[in-house]
């Protein structure tokens, strides 16, 4: 099968959404303290999933719903690599079609929510490690706005994306991160959009709802190592063995997890939603810290 139809067949795969509930009613019950708003981790996984309605855009529109409106949103896409590290700078994000093959409809689909130069100079003042560009060209690729499109479907929440540096290690990307924490009490939404286990050359059309033992295991390992608040050996995910080399062939979809895992604080709750692996080889985990 064809790398397209791989990442098309992903957005039909029927699966349950086993944590949406209990996340909703959690997020409806706290209170956020002096504005501060959660941290997301999102699986985006295919970009079927702005336009289908399936157990993964529904799960994203309940929370979308139970957060209430964020003054803006810092989106880590797994979409946007660079040397160096960049945030987007515009007034109007422009809306990027980073795929190919796919439906007319999804092609056609924009997500004109407002960008923020405030907020693009608010992060790039709160990264004290690294020179940090604004950039006027890039705009919102679709591990952003598929994502968004449901969560905040009005468009009306300012959106800025941050970049992820290819050149450096894990390690590195989880500090940089932990610079990132007080936007979170200017009221800002921070969301990493990737997927724990990510490999489209293992894809299969014969397990739509289900996962590779390998992916089963570095999926549920990972989520472990969160539970147990080892952000450590989720950075180090390499030591993890045979099944994390299959898991995460490269990088760019693991990385944005762990920036919301580093502006978590030790007393925030991580609650997961989407926990499902799907067609053999990638998994639509995604966790809400608060």
């Given at each position: ?79 946007w690599q660079t040397r160096g ?90 500090e940089l991160g932990r610079e ?111």
């Amino acid at each position: 099968m064809r790398r397209r139809a791989f990442i098309r067949a992903l957005g039909a795969a029927v699966v349950s959404v086993s944590g949406v509930p209990s996340l909703a009613d959690a997020l409806a019950a706290g209170d956020r303290r002096d504005g501060r708003m959660p941290a997301l981790f999102v699986g985006h996984g295919s970009p079927m999933n702005a336009i289908e309605d399936n157990a993964f855009s529904r799960g994203w529109a309940r929370v979308g719903a139970a957060l209430g409106r964020p003054r803006a949103i810092l989106c880590i896409s797994a979409h946007w690599q660079t040397r160096g590290v960049m945030v987007t700078a515009m007034e109007r994000p422009r809306t990027i079609h980073d795929f190919y093959g796919f439906p007319e409809e999804l092609h056609r689909m924009a997500y004109p929510a407002p960008g923020s130069p405030e907020t693009a100079e608010a992060t790039r003042s709160e990264v004290t490690s690294a020179p940090v560009a604004l950039d006027r060209e890039w705009g919102l690729d679709h591990g952003a706005w598929s994502v968004l499109a449901r969560m905040f479907p009005r468009a009306d929440v300012p959106v800025v994306q941050m970049s992820l540096d290819a050149t450096r290690p894990p390690a590195w990307h989880y500090e940089l991160g932990r610079e990132l924490r007080g936007l979170r009490d200017r009221g800002v939404l921070v969301l990493g959009s990737g997927n724990i286990v990510h490999n489209l050359r293992r894809v299969t059309r014969q397990q739509p709802a289900s996962g590779f033992d390998w992916a089963v295991e570095f999926d549920l390992r990972v989520k472990e190592l969160i539970d147990r608040g080892d952000h450590r050996g989720v950075v180090d995910y390499e030591a993890l063995g045979a099944a994390a080399r299959l898991s995460v062939p490269t990088n760019e979809h693991y990385l944005p997890l762990l920036y919301a895992l580093a502006v978590k604080d030790e007393s925030e709750a991580v609650t997961y939603f989407n926990d499902a692996t799907v067609m053999g080889s990638i998994s639509m985990r995604s966790l809400l810290i608060r």
